[in-house]
């Protein structure tokens, strides 16, 4: 007889997922994991920029990209006037159209950021200014040249490539900003008496503009000292400071006859006064004075207006506006374009009694 063995059968588990309790697990060890790669991030930041309680970093925004200025850049639309410029730096002579070459001009001596009137103030400063140097002889450092792109001796220039390297992805956009100024006021130079003048200008006046005897040999009627209450730009203020050793070294080495002590400048440094505009006329330095320009070369100083502070250790210059102060301030210029006034009105304020003439036509 056989017998039939019975399989025994194992009872099968089954398992119940709970879902609510598995998802609150990984929302859990999602968080974790974020909170250990945010302590990571911020124990590599450099000391001083991680982020602290309570602060929220501002999110990470592109610039956006302004799109250009629509304008028609024909150098030749009111006049064929040539120059030649020399450049330095490549040591030669180049023909050029007055308005092209006024591009480089604009774009070095101004911020295309400036306000547009502001930079089309600056076009005709620099056109008339040009002009000026060709009719006086042209420039200094080559006689072959009208003008050239030294801005120690006549204006900045800005080539395309340098343009390329200050503005970056914003190229396009400044590079119409200057062409825009440039054609608007193509030919456009500024007149006294019918004739062309001697255009100056300045980064920054601190307030007023100066006289130009001041500053220089001949008081010209057209550069007359101008307030300029609105002034937008850089180099509004700066400061100079030497060691009281350092000081009295730099002025017995420039001005042998001051005999300055460093133990007794309270005494020796004195402002002795003032122009009408706030720059210094009369600096003592002990047994000397000298002009408030001079002590500008001397030290290094943005402009003549200035103050002086002398501590137990430091002699420091504290200056207001930027360059000699004669003629239209640029700053001034760009705060009197964001104020509304058109480039016009911005020329005839700096310039006193100057009319506006066209090339040719005058």
């Known amino acids: 007889m056989s017998t039939k063995r019975k399989r025994s059968r194992k009872k099968q588990k089954v398992y119940t997922v709970h879902w609510p309790i598995l998802m609150g697990f990984t929302a859990l060890l999602v968080a974790l994991v974020l909170l250990a790669v945010g302590v990571i991030r911020a124990c590599a930041l450099p000391e001083g920029d991680a ?46 159209l007055l308005e092209e070459y006024l591009m480089g001009v604009v774009s070095g001596e101004m911020p295309a950021s400036y306000s547009l009137e502001a930079v089309k103030a ?6 008339t200014y040009t002009l000026y140097s060709i009719q006086h002889g042209g420039c ?20 395309e490539k340098r343009e390329h390297d200050k503005w970056g ?20 130079v500024m007149l006294y008496n019918g004739k062309v003048i001697d255009a100056m200008y300045h980064g920054a006046s601190g ?12 008081a010209i009627p057209y550069l007359r000292s101008v307030e300029s209450a609105h002034e937008i730009g850089s180099r509004q203020i700066g400061e100079v400071s030497f060691g009281r050793e350092e000081f009295v070294s730099r002025v017995n080495g420039a001005r042998p006859n001051a005999h300055m002590d460093a133990d007794k400048l309270e005494e020796e440094l004195k402002i002795l006064s003032l122009y009408p505009s706030g720059r210094v006329e009369k600096l003592q ?16 100083l943005n402009s003549a207006m200035f103050t002086v502070e002398i501590t137990d250790r430091q002699v420091i210059f504290h200056t207001k506006g930027f360059g000699h102060g004669v003629g239209m301030s640029q700053a001034g210029a760009n705060g009197m374009g ?19 003439g066209v090339i040719g036509q005058y």
């Not at 914003?170 to 100024?181: G, L, T």
């Not at 307030?207 to 001949?218: F, H, I, L, Q, R």
């Not at 104020?339 to 911005?346: E, V, W």
């Open 51 to 96: 982020f602290s309680a309570g602060e929220t970093p501002e999110p990470i925004i592109a610039a956006p990209t302004r799109s250009p200025i629509p304008v028609d850049i024909d150098f030749t639309k009111v006049h064929k006037t040539h120059v030649k410029v020399f450049f330095p730096d490549e040591g030669e002579v180049r023909d050029m």
């Open 122 to 127: 600056q076009a005709v400063a620099a056109r």
């Open 140 to 159: 200094k450092t080559n006689p072959n040249a009208d003008i050239c792109t030294s801005s120690s001796c006549c204006q900045t220039y800005n080539s």
């Open 169 to 188: 992805d914003s190229y396009p956009y400044y590079h119409s900003v200057i062409a825009k100024a440039v054609m608007d006021t193509a030919g456009e």
């Open 207 to 218: 307030g007023w503009t100066e006289d130009s005897e001041n500053v220089y040999s001949n």
């Open 285 to 300: 330095l002990n047994q000397d004075v000298i002009t408030g320009k001079t002590a500008r070369k001397i030290f290094g």
């Open 338 to 356: 964001a104020d509304g006034a058109d480039y016009r009105t911005i020329l005839l304020h700096y310039y006193t009694g100057v009319t506006i």
